[in-house]
């Protein structure tokens, strides 16, 4: 990847020292109410159910690589025994 | 690699012997860092080694009791249990190592969980889980007596009676499930208090120092990037414990987003100082997590499905790609190849993973990058829930449907949870396909970068300058040699390294030292580096650079065209070959399902 700019826009927001703070922690705030309401997805009409499934089976869902799924392993495992694949004889 | 000019109109380019380039540049110093940490990872592995000559006493009586019986009897299940316990990342020091790679624990309500748990409340979670583990120990035990007796009767009629074959292996598979459960509530039964500050606190000077080794050399000013490596290693904290919320955890928000949102957030606030963007190495740090990523593709896995496994994946994918990258192209007129190449790729082959492999091959600019990760991280989580519903309303057979998840959604956590929205069987085989898809991405970043070799930015080699570019087949291969990022051949080197080593032995062996043991630690510092380097893209971008490339919605059109390409093709792909040409091999999948 390339960037000529090695930080944000190279230069700080022309506003006021006190502009910028308060934006940054108006910005935390609302992250720290996003984890705040983060519970009630599983209270959303439609979809909540499957979240609370999905919460309960501990699958990372947010991983993006196999070897971070901990599920793909018990996947392998069980395609292997079905397919015959298991490891050969020593 | 080289310091190119513009002199008046004239483009100058001075180029950097090779010898030079293996000393100073990024591409190389990752290569060098992934191998010390190879070198490093596998010395400990050996030295601290489990007891892997066991191994073949267990096997033998797996062997044995398969032969006799033609079937999984209780023997071969604990047999094969322990081998399965032989872990060379469980043992003396290399246990160390992996110990203090630990990340934020996943967490509900109270963030302090993720890092810390008193021993009151340890004690309170134990309480909780004691009434569980006395059921799941009872259903334990009273499924062992009950295989126990079938077996016996079973191997009374040396295994020729084919209902009490069949009565055995049916009490077995219960056992086997209560076994599953019994060990997850032990799990849950023995919670111990946690506090991973120390640990967090020794990883960080532990990978700044790993990475100083390569910036003396690079020419980092080594006192900035150690003022400001603490803050970007925070904020990857940080991140990680955001990602481990149950809740986002469970919809595939991953730490992905936080780190690069947090970035933002701060670089385009309060801005950040020289220090810290000194120590952001994005290029760097993602460079050598690719190496390490390396080593997990491991080519003898890709038969796991057989040929239409194969076909879903390493067929529907490149015509997927290219169709894109073509669309985008031709159609659309993408403004950026970089863009085009990097969207295209997140969208078909294998989400976040392709998407660095191909921003780094092809030189994207780091925005295009963001932007990429972003959009697919949105799609995904709508995607996760649309298609088993879909699956599910038209009665889609599952290895069908986990066959059109797999090569479908991006990133293989996500195609685990669409599929087990389906079934198990779907499960299985959403993830088995993408793992097939994830060892792609070896073969899509070399295609990338000699395609931006030879098609995209062979110009500049020809323009007036230096060294124009011999008109010869050698010529040719020299140029391509010169231009190729470096580090896809640590990427590929190392895959090709691991395959051998994973298979060489025993496939035992292999299992024990080289995926329990070196692999699992690689893992865990990739990692860290691909958050470091997440946070890192994040201070580096202005709002202004993020908005330039969504002008048009272009971007966004591409990857709906694409999506939409791939659902419909794989859709069918998957149809003819599980369930029309080989439709013995989905029976298998489905055998006692």
């Known amino acids: 990847m390339s960037n000529t700019k090695p930080a944000g826009d190279g230069k700080p927001s022309p506003d006021s020292l006190f502009r910028r703070w308060a934006r940054l922690i108006i910005a935390f705030l609302l992250i720290v109410l996003a984890v705040y309401l983060a519970p009630n997805l599983e209270k959303l009409p439609g979809v909540g159910d499957r979240i609370t499934t999905l919460r309960e089976s501990d699958i990372e869902v947010g991983a993006w690589y196999y070897d971070d799924v901990e599920k793909y392993f018990e996947a392998e495992k069980y395609i292997r025994e079905k397919r015959g694949l298991d490891y050969p004889l020593n | 690699m080289a310091e190119n000019q513009q002199q008046g109109n004239v483009f100058k380019e001075t180029r950097v012997s090779m010898v030079s380039q293996m000393g100073k540049t990024e591409d190389w110093w990752a290569i060098w860092l992934a191998g010390l940490f190879f070198i490093a990872v596998t010395a400990s592995c050996f030295i601290w080694k489990p007891p892997v000559e066991e191994l073949p006493q267990y096997r033998a009586i797996m062997n044995q009791e398969m032969e006799e019986a033609g079937f999984r009897t209780i023997a071969y299940t604990e047999a094969e249990s322990k081998i399965n316990s ?23 309500t109270n963030p302090i969980q993720s890092f810390y748990m008193s021993e009151e409340d340890a004690a309170a979670k134990r309480a ?19 295989a126990e007796q079938a077996e ?130 994005t290029e760097f740090f993602i460079k050598t997590g690719l190496v390490l990523l390396g080593a997990r593709i491991l080519f003898g896995q890709i038969a796991l499905i057989g040929i239409p496994g194969l076909f879903v994946t390493w067929f529907v994918t490149p015509v997927v790609l290219i169709t894109t990258f073509w669309f985008g192209q031709k159609v659309i007129k993408m403004p950026s190849k970089e863009l085009n190449i990097v969207v295209s790729s997140d969208m078909c ?93 070896g073969v899509i970043a070399f295609g990338v970068a000699a395609y931006w070799c030879l098609k995209v930015e062979p110009e500049k080699a020809c323009k007036p300058g230096e060294t124009p570019m011999k008109l010869s087949v050698g010529g040719a291969l020299f140029e391509i040699w010169y231009r190729f990022p470096k580090f896809i ?101 489905m055998l006692g399902a």
């Open chain 2, 128 to 146: 909780a889980a004691a009434g569980p583990l006395e059921t799941a120990e009872q259903n334990l035990e009273q499924a062992r007596t009950r």
């Open chain 2, 349 to 441: 082959v294998s989400g976040v993973s392709a998407a660095i492999a191909s921003a780094s091959a092809s030189g994207a600019k780091k925005e295009e990058l963001t932007l990429a990760i972003g959009m697919s991280m949105i799609f995904v989580a709508i995607m996760i829930f649309v298609l088993p519903t879909v699956a599910n309303i038209t009665g889609m057979h599952p290895v069908w449907a986990g066959a059109w998840l797999g090569g479908t959604v991006d990133n293989t956590g996500s195609v685990v949870a669409a599929g087990e929205l389906i079934g198990y069987e779907a499960m299985v085989v959403a993830a088995t396909i993408k793992m097939i898809q994830n060892i792609m991405i």
């Open chain 2, 489 to 589: 051949l640590g990427f590929i080197g190392a895959s090709i390294i691991f395959s051998i080593m994973q298979a060489g032995i025993s496939p035992d062996w292999g299992h024990a030292m080289v995926e329990e043991g070196i692999l699992s630690l690689a893992n865990r510092y990739r990692g860290w580096f691909f958050g470091l380097a997440f946070v890192s893209i994040g201070l580096s971008i202005s709002y202004q650079e993020l908005k330039e490339p969504l002008r048009g919605g272009k971007p966004l059109i591409l990857y709906i065209f694409g999506q939409s390409f791939n659902l419909l093709l794989t859709l069918f792909v998957a149809w003819l070959m599980f369930m029309v040409i080989f439709k013995d091999i989905t029976e298998q999948l």
């Open chain 2, 152 to 281: 016996n009767a079973a191997r009374a009629a040396q295994f020729q009676d084919q209902q009490l074959n069949k009565e055995t292996r049916a009490a077995i598979a219960e056992w086997r499930s209560a076994k599953s459960a019994h060990s997850k509530a032990k799990s849950a039964a023995n919670a111990k208090a946690y506090n991973l500050i120390p640990s967090l606190f020794v990883l960080g000077i532990v990978v700044a120092i790993f990475f100083a080794i390569g910036g003396k050399f690079i020419g980092f000013n080594l006192k900035e990037y150690f003022i400001g490596f603490p803050v970007i290693y925070i904020l990857t904290v940080i991140s990680y414990m955001l990602g481990n919320q149950a809740n986002f955890k469970a919809i595939g928000i991953s730490y992905v987003l936080f780190a690069i949102f947090i970035g933002l957030l701060i670089a385009n606030t309060t801005g950040v100082s020289k220090s810290i963007k000194t120590a952001g190495q």
């Open chain 2, 86 to 108: 032989i872990r060379a990342r469980n043992h003396g020091f290399t246990k160390v190592i992996r110990d203090i790679t630990e990340r934020p624990k996943k967490w509900t």
